[in-house]
């Protein structure tokens, strides 16, 4: 495989489940993202991994939790989510330098029951 | 507050037009500028993208344009072929406390090529 690959595409949850979202990514990249895409909504990053070091926790709520166990494999813990956690959520890798362009998964679609 | 703001939530142009779109900018500590395209069930991909050094960048059918003093960058598509419908993001770069790249990606402007 090459590029970066999301798993699940789907995910369908409810609010008391605990599932969990995997990217891994095949080009050599030494920072990881999570992002996530909302309806009507600029792409909000999330969670920041440079050398396997979480470098920006951008304000999310603690029922995310991510897990970076090295520079190719980034994990997404759920659990207790909302409804308004419905969301495409979105992981990217890249280089980690200026100008360094960042290559995106295809996402999981994830819909919160 | 949105640092990177497109204000046209969609855009429709004929085949072989020039499609013009449009973004600008708030904070000046942004370096980079990137624009990203995006497929329905598919991530954002990159697309070109400028340094703020710069004013023009060309790739092919694809020319971004950069006024650092109006904060405004646009892309140029020309010509515009119906492949090209998707969304496009505008993105801004810059380091950021911490040492780290960040990036900032605006609502984005869906594109519609008419054949």
């Known amino acids: 495989e090459t590029g970066v690959t999301q798993t699940p595409r789907h995910l369908v949850m409810g609010m008391t489940n605990k599932k969990s979202l995997k990217c891994e990514q095949h080009l050599g990249h030494n920072a990881m993202y999570w992002y996530k895409q909302s309806a009507k909504k600029p792409l909000e990053l999330m969670f920041v991994?440079?050398?396997?070091?979480?470098?920006e926790n951008n304000s999310v709520p603690s029922r995310f939790s991510p897990e970076c166990p090295n520079s190719s494999h980034l994990f997404l813990h759920l659990h207790t989510l909302q409804p308004e956690d419905s969301a495409l959520y979105l992981c990217?890798?890249?280089?980690?330098?200026?100008?360094?362009?960042?290559?995106f998964g295809p996402g999981t679609r994830l819909l919160v029951l | 507050d949105q640092q990177v703001k497109q204000n046209s939530p969609s855009l429709s142009v004929q085949e072989g037009r020039i499609s013009i779109l449009n973004c600008d900018y708030t904070n000046s500590m942004f370096d980079y500028f990137l624009w990203y395209k995006k497929y329905p069930a598919e991530g954002p991909t990159f697309l070109i993208s400028i340094s703020s050094i710069k004013d023009k960048n060309e790739d092919g059918r694809f020319t971004v344009f950069l006024n650092k003093s109006a904060k405004h960058l646009s892309l140029h598509i020309v010509p515009s072929q119906p492949g090209d419908s998707a969304v496009y993001f505008c993105?801004?770069?810059?380091?950021?406390?911490?040492?780290?790249?960040?990036?900032?990606f605006g609502i984005g402007t869906k594109l519609q090529v008419i054949p």
């Open positions: 990217a890798s890249s280089q980690e330098r200026v100008g360094e362009t960042q290559y």
């Open positions: 993105a801004a770069s810059g380091r950021w406390a911490g040492g780290y790249q960040k990036v900032t």
């Open positions: 991994y440079s050398l396997e070091e979480r470098v």
